[in-house]
Nanobody, 127 residues
Framework: QVQLVESGGGSVEAGGSLRLSCAAS????????IGWFRQAPEKEREGVAT????????VYADSVKGRFTISQDNAKNTVYLQMNSLKPEDTAMYYC????????????????????WGQGTQVTVSR
């Protein structure tokens, strides 16, 4: 059973930066996808960024392109989300999610059925 633990959330003023971390336990890092999603109060969950653990496929939501960067450290079984130029509309609970390698078919997308989820870390951006 893969466990994901997020950290790095907090409160920051608009224009500031945060780096989220997602540490995976017992993750083989066979080719698959790990992604970041977020959910604001009374809004649907949305994909933010996802990365192919074995290659170079990276997908970003249009709303974060140029501001957020997803990266991974395979030696630490950790995926990061560097968030720069934060805006109040980035305020949300951020979740890390992983896809079983058996569900990976050569691409990463927010629409895939990620089957492992972390508990989330809150990001609050004030004006």
């Amino acid at each position: 059973q893969v466990q994901l633990v997020e950290s790095g959330g907090g409160s920051v003023e608009a224009g500031g930066s945060l780096r989220l971390s997602c540490a995976a336990s017992e993750y083989t890092y066979s080719r698959s996808c790990i992604g970041w999603f977020r959910q604001a109060p009374e809004k649907e969950r949305e994909g933010v960024a996802t990365i192919d653990t074995g290659g170079s496929i990276v997908v970003y939501a249009d709303s974060v392109k140029g501001r957020f960067t997803i990266s991974q450290d395979n030696a630490k079984n950790t995926v990061y989300l560097q968030m720069n130029s934060l805006k109040p509309e980035d305020t949300a609970m951020y979740y890390c999610a992983a896809l079983s390698p058996s569900r990976f078919f050569g691409y990463c997308s927010f629409r895939l059925s990620y089957n492992y989820w972390g508990q989330g870390t809150q990001v609050t951006v004030s004006r």
